[in-house]
């Protein structure tokens, strides 16, 4: 695969391993046991499954988990092809085993799932840890499907290894536009005056309604089919991470939970099989030394989308 002439507002990263040999030789193999200080903030090539083993016992703080979903889907050179539940229930459970003896007493889980993978994953998340929350995401692209509904959310389950874990509730606020103001004695209360507008910061919810899916003229925009937002990966790092803690991502795919973890000062360690999506994985986690921005993060709160506010200051 060659680089093809994109317009000139295209940002997609979409160059091929052999023009991004410089990057893939960046990333490690790992064939033995080995000590966190050999992996951390390192894109481990090659399958999560026999790359596990070797990776220390109880040295992450965060696991962030995007596996294949239940559906026949092409990742580069890996085919991944719908089964019965049994059987994907099988492979979660293969994961879910292999990653535990790597997860801190204190840490947190969160699994991105579909709807249908969903009703496997779950039950299953039940019996190894504790189970605090379903998210669900929208996502505003998709196509039509003639005999069903559009498929427009996406699923994150929130979990923990014990009943002491970090959240941090106050850095996951969303700023909203407030369309009613309500003042007292004159003042504004629960909400803000500003020169783009009036604004109330609220709470998280698990449901999440200000997701932009990856775009070709995000900087952040590869050609992996299935890439998670930095937004979506911010969220799940600040609530669940103090800086300089160990956030594990065993599927990395094209490295939105490495990058992201990068920017917001957070160790990583991610694994991937793909070679082509490890060449793109260290390229934008070059970009986030020089551009450490997060699209619709600004000013320590996540911004509705398509804030008019927010586009003034070029962050989302």
């Known amino acids: 695969m060659t680089t093809k002439e994109k317009a000139p507002r295209n940002k997609t990263i979409d160059l091929s391993v052999s023009e991004g040999q410089d990057y893939l030789d960046r990333c490690i193999t790992v064939q033995a046991p080995v000590n966190p200080e ?31 979903y239940n559906l026949n889907k092409t990742f580069d050179q890996t085919a991944f092809h719908e089964t019965t539940s049994a059987a994907y229930a099988d492979y979660t459970e293969s994961w879910i085993q292999a990653v535990l003896p ?25 019996q190894y840890f504790r189970v605090r929350n379903r998210i669900t995401w929208q996502r505003e692209k998709g196509r039509s499907a003639a005999r069903n509904w559009k498929n427009g959310m996406e699923d994150i389950w929130f979990a923990t290894v014990s009943d002491a874990y970090t959240f941090h509730a106050d850095a996951v606020k969303l700023r909203r536009k407030v369309i009613a103001p309500y003042k007292v004695n004159g003042k504004p209360k629960d909400w ?7 604004y109330r910061n609220t709470g998280a919810s698990n449901f999440w309604d200000d997701i932009s899916i990856p775009y070709w003229s995000m900087p952040e925009n590869t050609g992996h089919p299935t890439q998670k937002p930095e937004k979506l990966l911010a969220k799940l790092i600040l609530a669940s991470s103090e800086e300089g803690d160990v956030v594990l991502d065993p599927f990395l795919g094209s490295g939105s939970t490495s990058v992201t973890a990068r920017k917001l000062h957070r160790h990583y360690v991610g694994i991937e099989r793909e070679a082509q999506y490890a060449v793109w994985a260290e390229k934008r986690l070059e970009l986030a030394d020089t551009d450490p921005t997060i699209q619709g993060y600004a000013d320590g709160v996540f911004w509705e989308r398509n804030t008019s506010a927010l586009q003034k200051k070029k962050k989302g």
């Open 38 to 68: 050999a992996v951390l903030d390192k894109t481990i090539l090659g399958d999560t499954f026999e790359v596990l083993p070797y990776l220390p016992e109880q040295f992450a703080d965060l696991l962030i988990v995007d596996p294949p």
């Open 102 to 126: 790597h997860l801190k007493q204190d840490a947190s889980v969160y699994v991105c799932c579909d709807w249908k993978s969903g009703m496997v994953i779950g039950p299953l998340l039940e």
């Open 192 to 198: 803000e005056e500003t020169e783009d507008g009036n």
